[in-house]
């Protein structure tokens, strides 16, 4: 029964903070548009990152929001273990899919060329 409470709590604090964090967007847009040219550009775009700093808050203050802080330092850490290429194998690598992908162009062309001809002399012989 208690886990039910939290979980209504914590529900309804997301609603809260989703809200907040959609006000915060919004006033960054109709704010922008508002003020204009009236306001130095570096004062409207400090205001402009401070506004879209708390909004970014607000939203990892969710449960929505812990999820993917933990789903991106997952993926961080699974982005260390991978053993990448040297430049070496990069090169070579390279150099393969190029040629393979020359050879099969020619191929293609040739095969193209004589598909054309095939058809032109069926058609006029017809």
Do not use: C, H
């Not at 400090?46 to 449960?63: N, R």
């Not at 993917?68 to 273990?81: C, G, M, P, S, T």
């Amino acid at each position: 029964m208690s886990t039910m409470n939290t979980e209504n709590k914590t529900s309804s604090f997301d609603g809260l903070k989703w809200g907040v964090t959609t006000v915060l967007l919004v006033a960054i847009i109709v704010g922008n548009y508002m003020v204009g040219d009236s306001l130095n550009i570096l004062v409207r775009v400090g205001i402009l990152l401070l506004l879209a700093a708390l909004a970014v808050f607000s939203a990892v203050m969710t449960e929505k929001g812990q999820v993917f802080i933990a789903f991106a330092k997952d993926a961080r850490l699974e982005v260390r273990k991978v053993v990448w290429p040297t430049r070496q194998e990069t090169v070579q690598t390279t150099l393969i899919i190029l040629a393979v992908s020359a050879i099969v162009g020619l191929i293609l062309w040739g095969l193209d060329g004589v598909l054309v001809r095939l058809v032109a002399f069926i058609t006029t012989a017809i």
